[in-house]
T-cell receptor, first 117, second 117 residues
């Protein structure tokens, strides 16, 4: 069975500082994909970044980067130069396996990030 | 391109009633997935439709059903509503994009907030 664990219910960061949101995962499938989504208070889930299990390099998308440590089964999201608009819930998710359907996302419990001025 | 749209955005129903939620995917996306988000259970996969066929189903009772039309629009229906059905229902449409190395990436709508009294 697949499982995503996010151990930080909440994180505080000051504007312009960097912050790391933790995510560990468990899967028996050697091929997998990991996603990070941002959910503002409005409710919509916004896709941020993706890391494939066979990707040689850590993913980066603007101010977002992924610290992918395959042996430790962790895929931590790093947000550099935090902005007030980054305040939101952040979810780590894993793509479903072949037998359960690739479209099914398994989500962690999320981390609420608060950016202060 | 217009994003995923969901209607209605807010809904109040009473126990025992039924409800139908609608989702219009991003143009060209043929896969539509539904998720339920509650404070207690987090984000849970309901089902996925592709080309008018249900491809995957989560662990929900038969009161939860869905369908997809030839234009890829999807509806989900919940019959005999219970208090525990109060949740944010999120719809996502999926596409294979270069950014994720061919892994299907789900783009979410703003959700429908259902309150059952």
């Amino acid at each position: 069975a697949q499982k995503i664990t996010q151990t930080q219910p909440g994180m505080f960061v000051q504007e312009k500082e960097a912050v790391t949101l933790d995510c560990t995962y468990d899967t028996s499938d050697p091929s997998y994909g990991l996603f990070w989504y941002k959910q503002p208070s409005s409710g919509e889930m916004i896709f941020l970044i993706y890391q494939g299990s066979y990707d040689q390099q850590n993913a980066t998308e603007g101010r977002y980067s992924l610290n992918f440590q395959k042996a430790r089964k962790s895929a931590n999201l790093v947000i550099s130069a935090s902005q007030l608009g980054d305040s939101a819930m952040y979810f780590c998710a894993m793509r479903g396996q072949r037998d359960t359907g690739f479209q099914k996302l398994v989500f962690g419990t999320g981390t609420r990030l608060l950016v202060s001025p | 391109k217009a994003g995923v749209t969901q209607t209605p955005r807010y809904l109040i129903k009473t126990r025992g009633q039924q409800v139908t939620l609608s989702c219009s995917p991003i143009s060209g996306h043929r896969s539509v997935s539904w998720y339920q988000q509650t404070p207690g259970q987090g984000l849970q996969f309901l089902f996925e439709y592709f080309s008018e066929t249900q491809r995957n189903k989560g662990n929900f009772p038969g009161r939860f059903s869905g369908r997809q039309f030839s234009n890829s629009r999807s509806e989900m229906n919940v019959s005999t509503l219970e208090l525990g059905d109060s949740a944010l229902y999120l719809c996502a449409s999926s596409a294979f994009i270069r950014r994720t190395g061919g892994s299907p990436t789900q783009y979410f709508g703003p959700g429908t907030r259902l309150l059952v009294l």
